[in-house]
């Protein structure tokens, strides 16, 4: 369980690290930067599979499947912004209840794990298209990858 977790933040860090070489968080940009920064990340992802996946078919169907993850990972940091501005706007009012407050969080839950789900589903299709060795040389280019946008650490992680 543990290496299909890191596998699925692997792919989730590498898409959203794109454009990580800035200073910026990428909570807070503006919709154009957003758009450039998605783009970035899945250019290096479709790099990866063209340097791992030898089946030119193959590597085609991977990079659509990767493009999907991006259209659910952005659709998902939308959702998650829109939870944050109902909790900031139930948070400046001094008569609302914990009930409202645990509402929108538990929905907010639901649709992460929804996300997530579908994430994971859009993982192992990934994984079925490639071979055991194609998938190790991608995970390997991945994590090598994500570890250069690493802040304040030295070196790759390990224990995937």
């Not at 940091?77 to 001094?94: C, D, I, K, V």
Request: glycine fraction near 8%; hydrophobic fraction near 35%.
């Amino acid at each position: 369980m543990t290496k299909m977790r890191w596998m699925v933040l692997s792919v989730v860090g590498l898409l959203a690290l794109g454009g990580c070489s800035s200073h910026h968080h990428h909570g807070m940009m503006e919709s154009g930067k957003s758009d450039a920064y998605w783009q970035k990340g899945q250019q290096d992802m479709a790099g990866l599979i063209d340097r791992t996946v030898k089946d030119p078919a193959k590597a085609t169907q991977v990079k659509a499947l990767v493009s999907e993850i991006v259209t659910e990972l952005k659709a998902g940091r939308e959702q998650e912004r829109a939870y944050h501005r109902q909790l900031y706007t139930l948070n400046a009012s001094y008569t609302v209840s914990p009930e409202e407050f645990t509402k929108v969080l538990d929905e907010g839950n639901n649709q992460r794990m929804k996300t997530s789900a579908k994430i994971l589903s859009l993982r192992f299709k990934m994984k079925e298209l490639m071979t055991a060795d194609e998938w190790k040389g991608l995970s390997d280019q991945m994590l090598s990858y994500s570890s250069r946008y690493q802040h304040g650490s030295a070196g790759a992680k390990t224990g995937y």
